[in-house]
């Protein structure tokens, strides 16, 4: 059988569509809901939320040889345990 490819474009015009000659028919369940579809593609009825975090750097600021050394060390501290438990120590 041969497949027929259907685009995106494609679908949107018949949306339209249906939605304009639904509502001159008076049918406003259809053309709502071929409005709504449409919409959502749009994404206009994603809620969107706005977050703002502060993140606190756990490790030195600066980049000297020390700053280095000691971010070495806290991580170090912190995955020695986990690698430990890890091999079975």
Do not use: C
């Not at 206009?44 to 975090?53: A, L, P, R």
């Not at 600066?62 to 438990?85: C, F, H």
Request: proline residues 1%; hydrophobic residues 35%.
């Amino acid at each position: 059988t041969k497949r027929t490819k259907i685009e995106a474009d494609d679908i949107l015009r018949r949306l339209v569509r249906i939605a304009e000659k639904t509502e001159q028919e008076g049918d406003y369940n259809a053309a709502i809901r071929s409005l709504e579809l449409l919409g959502k593609h749009q994404a206009m009825w994603t809620d969107k939320n706005i977050t703002e975090m502060e993140v606190k750097n756990a490790f030195a600021t600066g980049n000297s040889d020390a700053d280095i050394a000691r971010d070495v060390e806290r991580l170090k501290r912190i995955a020695t345990p986990k690698i430990n438990k890890a091999k079975g120590a």
